[in-house]
């Protein structure tokens, strides 16, 4: 599967974004799907993932509460909605296919998990 996310953007304080992910090449009801963000000099780190039926999220402590995952099987895309940002959530931020089946209602939230992977689209808050 091919992804391609878009949607970043410069904000200010407080202010929100809507980060869309394309899919093609297979059907993304075959993957979980998550978002993952890099900021400069550090790791990727977990933001959201969503089960395949879009049942089941996650989200990373940083942004419960702010950010929505969602997704829509029949149009393949995967959403990310992000409000009240902070100048800490400026980042890369990519979306990722997750292939794997686990048990229960079980979604990783490790970036290894993660198969495919966009090529990211830049979200920058100011101060």
């Known amino acids: 599967v091919q992804l391609q996310a878009s949607g970043g953007g410069l904000v200010q304080t407080g202010g929100a974004l809507r980060l869309s992910c394309a899919a093609s090449?297979?059907?993304?009801?075959?993957?979980?799907m998550g978002w993952f963000l890099q900021a400069p000099g550090k790791e990727h780190e977990f933001v959201a993932a969503?089960?395949?039926?879009?049942?089941?999220?996650y989200y990373a402590d940083s942004v419960k509460g702010r950010f929505t995952i969602s997704r829509d099987n029949a149009r393949n895309t995967l959403t990310l909605q992000m409000n009240s940002l902070k100048p800490e959530d400026t980042a890369i931020y990519y979306c990722?296919?997750?292939?794997?089946?686990?048990?229960?209602?079980?979604?990783?939230?490790?970036?290894?998990?993660?198969?495919?992977w966009g090529q990211g689209t830049q979200v920058t808050v100011s101060s």
């Open positions: 969503i089960s395949r039926s879009g049942g089941v999220t």
């Open positions: 990722a296919a997750d292939r794997h089946h686990y048990s229960g209602s079980y979604l990783s939230r490790s970036q290894s998990a993660y198969e495919y």
């Open positions: 090449g297979r059907t993304v009801s075959t993957y979980a």
